[in-house]
C-alpha cells in the first residue's frame, strides 16, 4: 500500500505564495505519477497539475499555468506545489493523489487546506 500526507497549506493574501509538499511512503515502487487535486466548496475535485516520477514530465491546468509549479525529489519520496500570484479563486483543500502506470489510483492524502483572502 501507498500513503500520502500532504503539508504546507494555510492562509494567504492575494498575490502572496504557498508551497505544498506531499509525502509518500509505502510500496512507493509502484507510484507511477503524482498530481495534486483541489476542491472548492460547492465544486468537483479538478486536477492542477500532475508530474510523472521517472523523467519528470509535468502537466497543469490552463487556470494555473505560470503560476504553479510541481516537483518531485524521488530519493525523498516527495512532492511539491509552489504557487505563486494567488488568486482567491484558488481557495481549495487541496489532495495529492498517486497512480500507477495503467492509471489505478494508488492512494489520496487527506487534503490540506489553502484559503486565500485579504
Known amino acids: 500500500q501507498v500513503q500520502l500526507v500532504e503539508s504546507g497549506g494555510g492562509l494567504v493574501q492575494p498575490g502572496g505564495s504557498l508551497r505544498l509538499s506531499c509525502a509518500a511512503s509505502?510500496?512507493?515502487?509502484?507510484?507511477?505519477?503524482m498530481s495534486w487535486y483541489r476542491q472548492a466548496p460547492g465544486k468537483e475535485r479538478e486536477l492542477v497539475a500532475a508530474i510523472v516520477t521517472a523523467g519528470g514530465t509535468t502537466n497543469y491546468a490552463d487556470n494555473v499555468k505560470g503560476r504553479f509549479t510541481i516537483s518531485r525529489d524521488n530519493a525523498k519520496k516527495l512532492v511539491y506545489l509552489q504557487m505563486n500570484s494567488l488568486k482567491p479563486e484558488d481557495t481549495a483543500v487541496y489532495y495529492c493523489?498517486?497512480?500507477?502506470?495503467?492509471?489505478?489510483?494508488?492512494?489520496w492524502g487527506q487534503g490540506t487546506q489553502v484559503t486565500v483572502s485579504s
Open positions: 509505502g510500496f512507493t515502487g509502484s507510484i507511477y505519477a
Open positions: 493523489n498517486a497512480v500507477r502506470r495503467d492509471g489505478g489510483t494508488l492512494a
